[in-house]
Structure formats: structure tokens, C-alpha cells
């Protein structure tokens, strides 16, 4: 993998509106056949980097490459070669399903037999050729991120851009989509994805940095970001409010780390049962208990100060 | 280059074609009802006074006006709220701008389906005229091209326009203080001789003087060596200023 020459390639990438910097320096590399995530608060800059990579957003400084490509100079070849899923939904609701997928096609210059083809064949990858001619306008949320997904396959795009593929929908929705998500990965297709779910991040991606205020803080497999930035294990702890303010130093020393969240306090530690005890012998009123394994949650945590659905 | 902004006017021509009976009324029973209350109504009356329109009949002076300013009015209609559309609300252009497509592309695309619309507006209108029997000339045909040219010019205006706007107050401002005013003092209705001087002069800056001008000298086959030149010339510098204008705006709008 490391052999290869990287699909996107990042040095000092910045993105200033006027004076504000949304996106500071970043350095990454995106390997062939990988899924890369970025995860990150509202506002750490996302976006931002996102609509660079899509070379629709001129870069401000610094240095990108796109499938070999300068986005500067030869953005409409490397566009030819991207599926993008925006943020927001940007259908066009004054045609039809299949007309979305059709019509998209030709912008792309895919003659109109193969269009046709393959829109039936993503329509029915993503689950809505029952669907095909009616207005996109009344679909359910999942249903037009759906049918955003498969407008971003209609090139066979070598490198799908999705940002918050999932956000808003209900959990049966979100888990159709990473599945097609995962079949596309399967297929060796490229993939950036931004989310604001630890779980999603997880199961979809090999390696993922995480933004901070326009900076990468971390980056690494979710599997090392827990290992380097989380202990084993997490004791949480629910607190009644009384209790919670007559805490002062009671809970030093039984942790590596203690944070303290608004709903709820996390004791991270390699032992949870053992602190669990400790705790205990420490007569200290807890409401309810729960020991886990650290998650990328808590690397998320841990390297913004904020956590992740707000 | 075209074969992709072909591809913005077929986006367009396949939304059209299933709502196009919606816009009936602006584009071809308005500027009628108008022709017939006025031209004929008012006409009739107008009639006692042969020389007040320079030895034409009231509906010779009034239809091909009124060919001119239904022209700058659909093409300003379809540049405000529609582009303000495809820009914001309804996000059309990110999304053709995630293929291929750039911000020219779009532009020429959406002259290209403008200047279609005016052509088929122009047409019936001008067939209309002939039936009533204005069209004085065969030189009338060339009041099309006309009209659509001076429709791409404002078409072209109200784009750049929009691609300022963060919503949609403003639209309401320039069609109350710079399309009413120009439908009424242009000449379509009247002839500017009625005006003080000081309006006169006003006129002759103004886009819809010179399209009315013009596309009434076509028509009737009265036109002015000396004026209308200068009306060709104003006109071709007004729609590529707009086009000029609407690229650069669409560009700085879209890729930020
Ligand atoms: N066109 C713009 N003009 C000015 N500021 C902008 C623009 N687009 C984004 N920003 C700012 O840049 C910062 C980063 O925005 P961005 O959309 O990249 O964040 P994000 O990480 O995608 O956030 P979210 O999780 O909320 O989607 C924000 O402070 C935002 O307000
Ligand atoms: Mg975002």
C-alpha cells in the first residue's frame, strides 16, 4: 500500500475566508482502495478540506494533489474522476429519480445507453428502483441520501467523497448505507469520509485523522487512536447533582483520567472492575455504574475537549 | 466547451417541457392582453389625433414596444428568483459543479436556454403582429434576433445581480425602481417626445430605449440610418457587458 503513489496528497492545505482560517497546514496522505475518515467538532474544518479535494473550493495555500492531479490547473480532470456526496442534499428536486441519475450522467458525458444501464443498476444498489419515477421532492431523508450516493457512482468515480453520509437519519437507514458503503469498499473504491459518529468511523475506516479548530490532532487506525490516546478501559460513572458537587478530590487517584461530562462522569483506566471496587470502598453514592472498552469516542474525547453529537 | 453547456440547457429543457403551460401567462397572454386593451382600445380613441404617433396607428407604435419590454421582462424574471435557485436554495450549480461542468459552462448554458425562451416568446409575438397587420417590412424578421440580444443583455444584468445577493429582498427593489420605470419611460407606451428633454436624454442611457427603438424600426420598416446603429451598437456592448459581468460574478459566488 505504501508503495503506491497516494490518491490524495496534502502538504501545508489551507482554506482562509478572508482573515478566518478554516482549514491551518494540514498534511495527509489517502492511499488507493482505502477509506480515510476525517472526524472532527462542528466548524473544525471538514468541509472545508472536503470542497478542496472536490476542487470545488480553491485552495487558499499549500499543496494538494487529486489522483496525480493539480485541482489548480486540471480540476475538471480530476472532477471527471470524483463522486461527491455533499453535506447537504443537492438533488435536483424538479426532475425525477431517474432523471437525477440520468441527467448527472451527461454532465459527466456518459453516452445516454450506458447512463441508462447503470442507473438501473444503482438504483437498484441503493435500493430505490421502485422509486425511479417519482419527484425526488417527497422522499424521506435516507431515501435522497441514498439516491445522493448513487448519483456519486454514476462515473464510476475512483475516489468517492462523502461528507456526513449519514447524519439525520434513523438508525435502520444508516445501517443500510454502511453496508453499501462497505460493498463499494469491497469493490476497491477510494473513499474520504467525514462523520460526526464514532461508530460509523469504526466500521468504515481504515485510517482517519481528527481535526480540531483547522488543525489534524490525531491520526491514525481507530484501533491505534485508542491504543495511543485511550486506556483499556472506561468506568462511567451517573451522578446525583447533590453529589456531584460534594465530589471535591474524592475521585482523585482511582483513575489515569478522569472527564468530567455534563450527564455523566468517565474514569478511564485499564482495570474497571478494580476501580469499580475501589469506588465502592470509597462509599462514594453512585446512581448507576457502567464499565466498557474505550471506544474512538473517547480518543475523540480526550483530543477535543467536546463531545461528538452535540 | 458547448457540449457541455448543451448539457445545462437539456437540465433545463427537460424541467421545461413539464411546466412550460405555467409560464403561458407571463410570456404570451399578458403582453396580448396588453396589445389588445391598449393597442386596440386605446387606439380607437387615440385615432382622432392621426399625427401624435408620427403618422402611425396607435397598435403600429405600441406592438413592437411591447415586443421589446416583454422581452426584458421574462428575462429578467428568469435571472432572479430561478438563478437565486439554482445557486441557494435549490443548490443546482454545486452540484454541477462537482462534475465536469464549470461556472462557463453554466453560464453559456443558461444564456443559451434564455435566448431559446425569448426566441419562442419573439416569434409568436412577431407572427401575432403580422396577423394585426403591424409588420410593415421584411427587415420585421430581424426584429427577433433584436429582441432576444436585448433579453440576453438584461438576462445577462440581473444574473450578475443575483450572484450578489444573500436573498431575495433586492429583487423586489430593482424590479420596482429599474424594470417598472423602464417599462413606462422607454417609449413603448409613448413617444418620448411627450417627455421633458432632461428624460429624453435619461432615455437614450437606458437599455429598453434603444431595443424598442430598434425592434419598431424593424418592423415597421421605418428605420433611421443614423439611430439605429448606434441602437445595434448600445445593445451588443450592454448584453456582452452583462455577460462579462455574470461570469465573474458566478465564478466569485461558486468557488469560495
Ligand atoms: N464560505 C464560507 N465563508 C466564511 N466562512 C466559512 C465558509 N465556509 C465555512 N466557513 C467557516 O469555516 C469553518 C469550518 O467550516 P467547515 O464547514 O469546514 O466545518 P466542518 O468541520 O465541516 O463542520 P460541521 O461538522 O459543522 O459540518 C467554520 O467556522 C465556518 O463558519
Ligand atoms: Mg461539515
Partial sequence: ?310 | MLASAAQVFIRNWLVYKRIWHRSIFFGFLQPFMFLSAMGIGMGTLLARNPNAFGGMSYLEFLGPGLLAASAMQVATFESTYPIMNKIMWGRNYEAMLSTPLGTRHILIGEMGWISFRLATIATVFMVVLWFMGVTASPLAVLAIPVAVLSGVGFSAGLFAFTTTQENDLGFSWIFRFVINPLFLFSGTFFPLSQLPSALVALAWLTPLFHAVELIRGLTLGRLDPVAAPIHLAYLLVFAAAGIWLADRGLKRRMEK
Fill in chain 1, 1 to 310: 500500500m505504501s508503495t503506491a503513489a497516494p490518491l490524495v496528497h496534502a502538504r501545508n492545505l489551507t482554506k482562509r475566508f478572508d482573515a478566518f482560517t478554516a482549514v491551518d497546514a494540514i498534511d495527509f496522505d489517502v492511499q488507493p482502495a482505502e477509506s480515510f475518515g476525517f472526524l472532527g467538532p462542528n466548524g473544525a474544518g471538514k468541509t472545508s478540506t472536503m470542497r478542496m479535494i472536490a476542487c470545488s473550493s480553491p485552495l487558499s495555500d499549500g499543496e494538494l494533489r487529486v489522483i496525480g492531479m493539480d485541482p489548480r490547473t486540471e480540476a475538471r480532470q480530476i472532477k471527471a474522476r470524483l463522486g461527491v456526496v455533499p453535506q447537504i442534499d443537492n438533488l435536483d428536486t424538479e426532475l425525477t429519480v431517474r432523471e437525477n441519475l440520468e441527467m448527472y450522467a451527461r454532465y459527466f458525458d456518459i453516452p445516454s445507453d450506458v447512463a441508462r444501464t447503470r442507473a438501473d443498476e444503482l438504483l437498484e444498489f441503493v435500493q430505490l428502483d421502485e422509486r425511479a419515477t417519482d419527484k425526488v421532492e417527497p422522499l424521506s431523508g435516507g431515501m435522497k441520501r441514498r439516491l445522493t450516493i448513487a448519483r456519486a457512482l454514476i462515473n464510476e468515480p475512483d475516489l468517492v467523497i462523502l461528507d456526513e453520509p449519514t447524519t439525520g437519519l434513523d438508525p435502520q437507514a444508516r445501517h443500510l448505507l454502511w453496508d453499501r458503503l462497505y460493498r463499494l469498499k469491497q469493490r476497491g473504491a477510494t473513499l474520504i469520509i467525514t462523520t460526526h459518529y464514532m461508530d460509523e468511523a469504526e466500521q468504515l475506516c481504515d485510517r482517519l485523522v481528527v481535526m480540531d479548530k483547522a488543525h489534524i490532532v490525531a491520526e491514525g487506525s481507530p484501533r491505534e487512536l485508542i491504543d495511543r490516546y485511550s486506556t483499556r478501559e472506561v468506568l462511567e460513572l451517573r451522578l446525583a447533582d447533590g453529589v456531584r458537587a460534594a465530589l471535591n478530590g474524592k475521585l482523585d487517584g482511582l483513575a489515569d483520567r478522569v472527564e468530567d461530562l455534563p450527564d455523566r462522569v468517565l474514569l478511564y483506566t485499564d482495570d474497571g472492575e478494580r476501580t469499580l471496587d475501589e469506588l465502592n470502598r470509597r462509599a462514594i453514592p453512585v446512581e448507576g455504574t457502567l464499565v466498557r472498552r474505550s471506544s474512538l469516542e473517547d480518543v475523540f474525547l480526550h483530543l477535543t475537549g467536546r463531545s461528538l453529537v452535540d
